[in-house]
């Protein structure tokens, strides 16, 4: 299955000061999509925005809007982000006992949706939602903060992934979140995957030049 490669930096590494302007900068450096990483400092350790921040973004940008939800019980939330501009619902397996409702109600809110598996999580646990979602996200860090190094171990999930779509002929894109640098992202792309979360690499100098030189890689 031949999918684009796309390039999602996480706005956890901008300048939260500037969002709209980082969020522009994305978008004139060739971005394919903008990673929102949603903590709500229960499912992970830490605290980030809410479904306002996406509402502020969405006049200044046509890129899509890739938000990741860490968070308990994502389903309560469905609605607040559809109405505000997300695009696209990422939600972890093991944030709610019901997953295969909430990825149901991610799509009747004419969202993509997208299942997420923790380093620790096996793929197994998602094999009876996998021919219901656009996009499966596999953690390549321990989800909360940015910065962390990527865990080449997961690269097996991402095969074991691409194989499971092509022996059931299924067409969910796979995307990586966590460690993706110029050094790793042709590791995550030969392993099966084409979306790749970039957050540090993007934003630590010169946007645009990351960008392509993540580009480059792929």
Request: hydrophobic share 40%; aromatic share 12%; net charge negative.
């Given at each position: 299955m031949n999918l684009k490669n796309k390039i999602a930096p996480s706005i956890l590494s901008a300048d939260?000061?500037?969002?709209?302007?980082?969020?522009?900068?994305?978008?004139?450096?060739?971005a394919d999509l903008v990673h929102i990483d949603v903590m709500d400092g229960h499912f992970v350790n830490n605290l980030t925005f809410g479904a306002g921040v996406v509402a502020a973004l969405r006049p200044?940008?046509?890129?899509?809007?890739?938000?990741?939800?860490?968070?308990?019980?994502?389903?309560?939330?469905?609605e607040e982000f559809a109405k505000a501009g997300a695009d696209s619902m990422s939600i972890h397996v093991e944030a709610t006992h019901h997953i295969?409702?909430?990825?149901?109600?991610?799509?009747n809110a004419g969202m993509k949706a997208s299942v997420v598996i923790n380093p620790g999580t096996p793929v197994e646990?998602?094999?009876?939602?996998?021919?219901m979602v656009d996009m499966v996200l596999v953690m390549t860090v321990n989800?909360?903060?940015?910065?962390?190094?990527?865990?080449?171990?997961m690269m097996e999930k991402v095969t074991e992934l691409a194989q499971i779509r092509e022996s059931r002929a299924l067409n969910f894109e796979i995307e990586v979140d966590g460690g993706i640098t110029?050094?790793?992202i042709e590791q995550a792309k030969n392993a099966g995957a084409n979306v790749f979360v970039a957050g540090s690499f993007v934003f630590k100098g010169d946007v645009a030049e990351n960008i392509a030189k993540l580009r480059e890689k792929l």
């Open positions: 939260f000061g500037k969002f709209a302007e980082e969020v522009k900068k994305l978008e004139g450096a060739g200044h940008t046509r890129l899509f809007f890739d938000v990741h939800m860490m968070v308990e019980n994502p389903e309560q939330y469905v295969h409702g909430a990825l149901q109600a991610i799509k646990m998602i094999k009876p939602v996998l021919s989800p909360g903060f940015g910065g962390q190094s990527f865990i080449p171990e110029d050094e790793t």
